[in-house]
């Protein structure tokens, strides 16, 4: 049986290359991963970021829409602290119509940056999220024909734009077993960024299977969660074109800030602070080696997780680099059942 497999697109800004071609590289990994079978392609939103370029997901689905015809396209994630609801849920909204049936909308609860970008950004914050996720939950059940707003609510009478008969499949990105409780309240579905935490994968989810209550997006708990992975045709290959995901963490535990390094930089880098402890950490929060062992620990990880679906990042020094790696990491033609 074929592994459930997703990707959650960084749009990572290589050494040499510039964001806009980052953005554009994207769209070209979202082509190969909808020929390869791959359940969902997910972008993620970082603002004021040297390594990162993705700060506007809703404009490269929309694009994503277009340029496939399988594959769900999703967010990972909308940070909602920084918008207004009615607007998200009309962005989303319009997706849906452009590609029925195939939008996600993740949604996280951090603002993406660092405070100077949130007042550039004009959050309303970390404490907003709780009546903003309302706001939106609602807006999206009226506008996806399922439940109209109730004749006395506030926002009766406020219609997001365009209506139909469906709304995307909505999502909360957690990063600790607390979080991962409150999007099993809200009774929607829950990604875990181990790639962040590096562990505690199989609390969080148990924490929102115990606490998940059926809702009218979704009467069935659906738990998955996200982790660094990168197949080559060897392992040395693997580990070497993974250098610059390691260098830059180590980087980034150092202070800079910069774009991912370049092969060879990276590799001086990782042999200049053999023994950082930030270069454990980033070995230990990613599958790394050829296709047959990330396979193998992608379906390892799913039983130890108990998770119902894997996202991996989609990362590699180069685009065909990044396509070699979805493509070893699916299970083989006569694998699939």
């Not at 590289?25 to 909808?34: G, I």
């Not at 995901?245 to 602070?273: D, F, I, M, Q, T």
Request: with cysteine; proline share 6%; glycine share 8%.
């Amino acid at each position: 049986m074929a592994l459930p497999l997703s990707i959650l697109d960084l749009s990572t800004i290589q050494a040499g290359a510039t964001p806009a071609e980052a953005i554009r590289r994207s769209v070209e990994l979202a082509k190969a991963a909808d020929a390869l079978g791959y359940r969902r392609y997910w972008l993620a939103e970082h603002h004021s970021t040297d390594s990162h370029a993705g700060t506007a997901p809703e404009i490269l689905i929309a694009a994503l829409t277009q340029a496939t015809s399988r594959i769900r396209l999703g967010s990972g994630a909308v940070l909602l602290a920084n918008y207004s609801p009615l607007k998200v849920v009309e962005q989303f909204m319009t997706l849906e119509a452009l590609a029925p049936g195939r939008i996600d909308l993740g949604i996280g609860r951090a603002i993406g940056g660092d405070d100077l970008t949130g007042q550039a950004l004009r959050t309303a914050g970390l404490a907003s999220f709780p009546t903003f996720f309302s706001l939106m939950q609602s807006w999206l059940l009226d506008a996806g024909g399922k439940q109209p707003f109730p004749l006395n609510h506030p926002a009766k009478g406020v219609r997001a734009q365009p209506w139909g008969r469906s709304h995307p499949d909505l999502f909360v990105l957690c990063s600790s077993a607390a979080s991962a409780a409150i999007a099993g309240q809200l009774g929607v579905g829950m990604v875990y960024a181990e790639f962040i935490t590096g562990q505690g994968s199989k609390a969080a989810i148990d924490a929102y299977r115990a606490a998940f209550r059926p809702s009218l997006f979704r009467r069935e708990p659906h738990a998955a969660i996200a982790i660094a992975a990168f197949a080559a045709d060897t392992d040395a290959a693997a580990r070497r074109l993974d250098a610059p995901r390691r260098a830059w963490v180590v980087g980034e535990a150092e202070g800079l800030k910069e774009a991912y390094p370049s092969l060879e930089v990276a590799e001086r880098r990782l042999a200049e602070h053999s023994g950082h402890r930030a270069i454990a950490e980033a070995e230990d929060r990613a599958l790394i080696g050829d296709g047959p062992t990330v396979r193998a620990g992608l379906a390892a990880k799913l039983t130890e997780t108990t998770a119902d679906e894997i996202f991996v990042i989609a990362a590699g020094p180069t685009l065909a680099d990044q396509v070699r790696s979805l493509e070893l990491m699916v299970d083989p033609p006569d694998a699939r059942g």
